[in-house]
């Protein structure tokens, strides 16, 4: 992994902005020094009279920073940007390359943030303090430079800190009795708290790849605070993707950003109307046992349909998007075909129409997914009934359409949500499984 350790020194700017007056970049890949590298920066005589507030005076020969924004550009690029309190330095450069036309942007990693998280009997967690507290120090002589060389020395002992804290495993210890096989795996804390949990066909290697990863500052949070993992083989990648869904949304951890939303109180429905032509409508999802998609709220429901009516050239009073007496609006502006005034026939229509219910709802409405078990012998179950998700099971019993009623009885019953309908449609298109329908 590369980085680029960016210190800089700043002098307030107008209106609101802050200039620049020095910047430092030291690049590493891994633990291995590339190249230093830094500059002071003249300003406007303005800036430069309050940057002899901060012991710095500019010389004649000092160049501004349209000069160096090249220099800075090749020394960061594709890499992660280390600083201390990165979103201020990150903010600093972007709005300076902005007047200049170009758009910076990178990953950063924040020294701060990361040893508030580790050090609670610390008052102050700027640079100098924290230099003070950990007695660093540099071989560089030069301030900026020297600086730069403390936030990688600070950075450096984040890494270590996990490793070497001697009340902790090393990490290959926390993964190294796991294998590399289909499953969900649990990150928990040192108090026991469930941080993260993810799927993976190989568990072992995606784990590795986990404490590899120090490319943003997320990652590198939660490395430090795995305390102790679980693994939960599954044989199926199916009932992997479904299992991590459901545990996700039933513990909500703090470093899944996915798939955390548990309640969806709306739905699309489907039905025909007297004059058979297929018409959508929004309603609670209680009240709507034939649900096409669920939703978390009222508003992104009526989004959905409102899209899908453009998509398909779909009748906006068919959709129950609006109502009223003769043709809806949309036919005026030849995006509705005349369903609502019965110009367009209902064959054609529903055409069209169908195209929707196909995406999203089931080809079947009662089969079983059968998938590789976790044992040689083994069988697991997926089972989908009157269109809907019921859940998942194993068993060791050869799975026939004569035994359905049995088989059921190996089902561990989940509930339905959005993410599931979303995954076992997905992984059907993707894959090919054998399928026991009645």
């Known amino acids: 992994m590369k980085y680029a350790f960016v210190y800089i020194e700043t002098v307030p700017a107008y209106p609101e902005k802050m200039s620049l007056s020095g910047i430092a970049i030291l690049c590493y890949d891994e633990h291995t020094f590339e190249k230093a590298w830094s500059s002071w920066i003249q300003n406007k005589q303005t800036q430069a009279q309050e940057a002899s507030m901060y012991n710095f005076a500019p010389q004649n020969n000092t160049p501004t920073f349209p000069e160096v924004a090249r220099t800075i550009v090749e020394l960061t690029q594709n ?45 102050s967690f700027k640079l100098h303090d924290l230099i003070a507290h950990f007695h660093l120090q540099s071989h560089f002589e030069e301030r900026l430079l020297k600086n730069a060389d403390y936030i990688v ?35 928990f804390n040192a108090q026991n708290e469930l941080i993260y949990i993810g799927k993976s066909k190989n568990i072992k290697s995606r784990i590795q790849a986990h404490f590899n990863n120090t490319n943003t500052e997320r990652a590198v949070n939660m490395k430090s605070e795995v305390w102790q993992i679980n693994a939960e083989y599954t044989g199926s990648e199916l009932v992997a993707l479904l299992l991590e869904s459901h545990q996700i949304k039933q513990h909500k951890p703090k470093y899944n950003r996915a798939q955390r939303r548990s309640r969806y109180p709306w739905a699309i429905v489907s039905y025909q109307n007297a004059q058979n032509y297929l018409c959508f409508d929004v309603a609670r999802t209680q009240n709507a046992p034939q649900a096409i998609m669920q939703f978390s709220s009222l508003r992104a429901a009526k989004s959905f349909l409102a899209y ?12 129950h998007l609006s109502s009223g007496k003769g043709a809806c609006f949309h ?29 999203y709802a089931f080809s079947q409405d009662n089969f079983l997914i059968i998938d590789k078990g976790r044992t040689e012998g083994e069988y697991a179950l997926i089972l989908i009934e009157n269109s809907h998700y019921k859940g998942w099971g194993y068993t060791s019993l050869k799975p026939n359409k004569r035994s359905i009623k049995k088989l059921k009885q190996y089902i561990q019953h989940y509930p339905e949500t959005k993410d ?9 298109r993707e894959n090919s499984p054998k399928i026991i329908y009645f």
């Open 420 to 428: 599931t309908r979303q995954i076992l449609k997905q992984w059907l």
């Open 79 to 123: 890499r992660t940007l280390v600083a201390h309190d990165a979103a201020f330095v990150f903010k600093v450069l972007k709005n300076l390359f902005a007047d200049l036309g170009f758009e910076f942007s990178c990953e950063k990693i924040c020294t701060l943030r990361l040893w508030r998280k580790k050090l609670q009997d610390v008052s």
């Open 153 to 187: 020395q600070l950075f450096q002992q984040t890494q270590n800190t996990v490793v070497s804290n001697e009340n902790k495993q090393s990490f290959k210890k926390l993964y190294e009795n796991l294998l590399d096989e289909c499953g969900v795996y649990y990150f």
């Open 308 to 319: 899908w009516r453009e998509e398909l050239l779909l009748c906006d009073y068919l959709c």
């Open 331 to 359: 036919y005026s502006l030849h995006s509705c075909l005349g369903a609502c005034i019965q110009v367009e026939t209902a064959e054609s229509y529903n055409e069209r129409a169908n195209l929707l219910v196909e995406k």
